[in-house]
């Protein structure tokens, strides 16, 4: 395999799309070890470096993107191998159940919808906006919980399994507009219209705020009923990093919008996906 291939696939930045896997895993009660790790070395290892190459190879970007400062060109290698991934994961998906192996199989789809230049859902600011969201939120905390209980979707129609799905959609439809936010240069020479370019920088972070409010607060009151008081106190403990440095940067940004670089939006993810992993962690344990 080619470094350039290895690098585009951007294994270690799962780690910025874990905790929606390990808030599955926190409200799920009872695990199945072997379906724990099953779905997760599939989705880790093998579902999301196969849409972050697929998506690569037809973006075709020199500038930065997500968990790559500086990246390599593009070879039909990295198609190839980003379709035997997805191959890999699907027919390992089936080792849990039928249902896990058709939600991979669509959120497949889905990702290669986003990129590929026949569709390209990426170039629609609201479409894309709602797909990455669904389907890296909700979408993907319904079959990591449907694998890590052994159970099926009859089983996920209820407040205790909706709710936190629902959440982590929100979360992530006010979060996502800040990965994008310095890429407006880059998708504009595509003809990409993100939602973060129609609301501007600015207007990025102020949306990224008040979803963060909202999506904050229904997680505090889910926390607390579901589990305890205390741990919705440590919920709010464990985002205060994150709003900080969001705040500390948003005033930067006023200053020079030049600070709305790549550098700055991998330290926010760092610190806002370390924080939650952390929090998920410790809710599961407990």
């Known amino acids: 395999m080619k470094k ?16 929606v896997f390990l808030l599955a895993l926190a409200v799920s009660g009872q695990v199945d070890q072997g379906n724990f790790w099953i779905s997760f070395l599939i ?3 093998l579902v999301y470096p196969a849409s972050n190459g697929y998506n690569s190879y037809f973006d075709k970007d020199e500038d930065s ?3 790559l400062k500086n990246p390599p ?3 039909k290698e990295l198609y190839g191998v980003s379709i ?35 569709i390209r859902l990426k170039k629609y600011p609201v479409i894309g906006w709602l797909a990455a969201g669904i389907f890296q939120g909700y979408w993907t905390f319904i079959l990591s919980y449907i694998a890590v209980t052994n159970t099926n979707l009859a089983d996920v129609w209820v407040a205790s399994v909706q709710i936190p799905g629902a959440l982590s959609t929100f979360l992530l439809l006010g979060s996502y507009p800040m990965t994008q936010i310095y890429q407006h240069e880059e998708d504009t020479k595509r003809g990409d219209v993100t939602i973060s370019k129609k609301l501007g920088i600015l207007g990025t972070f102020h949306f990224t705020a008040v979803a ?18 205390n741990a919705a106190i440590l919920f709010g ?16 940004v006023r200053k020079n919008t030049l600070a709305a670089n790549f550098s700055s939006t991998m330290r926010l ?9 952390s929090y998920f962690i410790y809710l599961w344990l407990s």
């Not at 403990?237 to 930067?252: C, D, E, G, H």
């Open 212 to 229: 963060f409010m909202f999506s904050s607060t229904g997680f505090f009151y889910f926390f607390m009923k579901e589990f305890s008081l």
């Open 269 to 277: 993810n760092f610190i806002s996906a370390l924080m939650l992993n």
């Open 84 to 118: 035997a991934m997805d191959i890999i994961a699907l027919i390992g998906a089936f080792a849990i159940s039928l249902e896990f192996a058709l939600m991979i199989f669509i959120y497949g789809a889905i990702s290669k919808a986003y990129s590929h230049p026949s």
């Open 237 to 252: 403990i464990a985002m205060f990093p994150v709003l900080t440095y969001f705040s500390y940067w948003y005033l930067q």
């Open 4 to 19: 350039s291939t290895l690098l585009h696939l951007r294994i270690p930045f799962s780690f910025y799309l874990l905790p």
């Open 73 to 75: 060109k593009v070879s």
């Open 43 to 45: 989705l880790h290892l």
């Open 65 to 67: 993107i997500g968990g």
